[in-house]
């Protein structure tokens, strides 16, 4: 468990503190508390090139229910079309607890082999597991993330959001989602061999583009990939 000194802590969000932001390595554990207070949020954890694994402490008493926009992203400042990829970070074990993962959260994170996601997740933002930011060249594909299946009751996912991940093998959407972005999943191409698509959409369409289909996508509508 880490010591305070490692952290920065406001409103309940919890971020690294840039001193030991380039130097610490390995496996880092979030505290359930910062000083007598609930960790609610996940902030600034970018340009920190040696983490490799996430934990939390007390995962099943977590109330940390957030991962913020860019928080795990190298050179969060800079240009979206410069991005450095994050060659270390392999493993984050989230509690059951969250609920939104936010934009760019793990964007670039090209060795990001596993991650849980629960059932109760109902925001996954753009760019969230992307290789890259669209318009950029090169991309990095494939990427090694493992994913089965989306949480049951996701409302939202970003575009781009699992852009490059060739490992995933999602053969449904979740009835609930009421927004999907464009090109969700490009390149994604071990999807099992059809995707159905059962749910209601507030659009009169949903375009998703795929290594190998571009179609408008309409309630109950079955895609054969």
């Known amino acids: 468990f880490l010591f305070s000194k490692y952290f920065t802590f406001a409103d309940g969000v919890l971020g690294i503190n840039p001193a030991y932001r380039a130097t610490f390595a390995g496996k880092l554990t979030i505290p ?18 040696l983490l490799t694994h996430v934990f939390f402490e007390d995962e099943n008493n977590s109330k940390c229910t957030t991962i913020n926009n860019y928080a795990f992203m ?46 109760e997740i109902t925001y996954i933002g753009e760019n969230a597991f992307s290789g890259n930011a669209i318009g950029t060249i090169p991309i990095t594909y494939p990427l090694p993330l493992k994913l089965e299946k989306l949480p049951e009751k996701l409302t939202y996912l970003g575009e781009y959001a699992f852009f490059g991940c060739s490992n995933i093998t999602i053969d449904t959407i979740p009835d609930g989602i009421t927004e999907l972005g464009v090109q969700t999943f490009v390149f994604c191409n071990n999807f099992n061999k059809s995707l159905t698509f ?28």
């Open 74 to 119: 190298i050179n969060q400042s800079i240009s979206e079309y410069n991005l450095t990829a994050n060659t270390s970070l392999v493993g984050v074990y989230l509690p059951n607890s969250i609920r939104k993962i936010g934009d760019y959260a793990f964007i670039q994170c090209i060795k990001l082999e596993y991650i849980n996601l629960n059932d």
């Open 198 to 225: 059962s749910c209601f959409w507030t659009n009169t369409g949903v375009v998703i583009i795929s290594l190998i289909f571009l179609s408008v996508i309409t309630t109950g509508t079955k895609l054969v990939v």
């Open 32 to 49: 359930k508390q910062y000083n007598g207070e609930d960790v609610l949020a996940l902030g600034d954890f970018a340009n920190m090139p």
